[in-house]
Every structure is written in structure tokens, then in C-alpha cells.
């Protein structure tokens, strides 16, 4: 099943084109597999929330990792993980700016 923004996301996605053509119609949830629950519960794992964000921020974000070739939810962590050990916005633009120097 493919929902709005899925194509976009894919193709920033560097393992994507390996498992595309899989078949999971009869993949369980991790939660209903225990070892797969252990195993992620070990490696301290995420935890997935539902969260609305601007459009034009997720663009954004999206756009960034296209470029960059990552990916934009982990981009989206690491801005927050920044913002909540209080980092300064203009520390960030700073790294950006001189990462995309580096890049150019």
C-alpha cells in the first residue's frame, strides 16, 4: 500500500531498491514477534509517534536529504535531539552551512 509522500521518502532511502520488490502482506508487527521485540528493545530502539509538522518544514527537510542522500526522519531526530540539548539555532545553521561548503 502506498500512501501520499511515500515515492519521495523512498528514494532518499539507501537500502530501499534492495528490498522494494519484497512481498510483506503477511509480516507481523516487531510486537507479535518476540525476538524481534527483544532485539529491538536491546538496541534502545525509537519510538514511533504520529506528529504534525509545516509543510513547508517537512519539504524542507525532505529536500535536504535528497540532496545529502539521507534521510529525513533521522534528520528531523537529529534536529530535535540538538534543540533539546540546547543548541542554539545559529550554532546549527553555522554546521550546516560549513557541511554544505565541505560537500560543494
Known amino acids: 500500500m502506498s500512501r501520499k509522500g511515500d515515492d519521495m521518502s523512498n528514494s532518499s532511502d539507501k537500502v530501499f531498491d534492495q528490498y522494494k520488490n519484497m512481498d510483506f502482506a ?4 516487531v510486537h ?21 509538522v509545516d509543510s513547508e518544514v517537512l519539504a524542507m527537510f525532505r529536500a535536504q536529504a535528497e540532496m545529502t542522500g ?16 540546547g543548541r542554539h539555532l ?13 560537500a560543494a
Open 32 to 52: 507479535e514477534t518476540p525476538l524481534l521485540a527483544n532485539l529491538q528493545a536491546a538496541r534502545g530502539g525509537k519510538t514511533r509517534i504520529t506528529m504534525r
Open 90 to 102: 545559529a550554532e546549527v545553521v553555522r554546521e550546516a552551512v560549513r557541511d554544505s561548503l565541505k
Open 26 to 29: 503477511n509480516a507481523k508487527p
Open 70 to 85: 539521507g534521510n529525513y526522519q533521522t534528520m528531523i531526530n537529529d534536529a530535535l535531539r540538538e534543540y533539546v540539548q
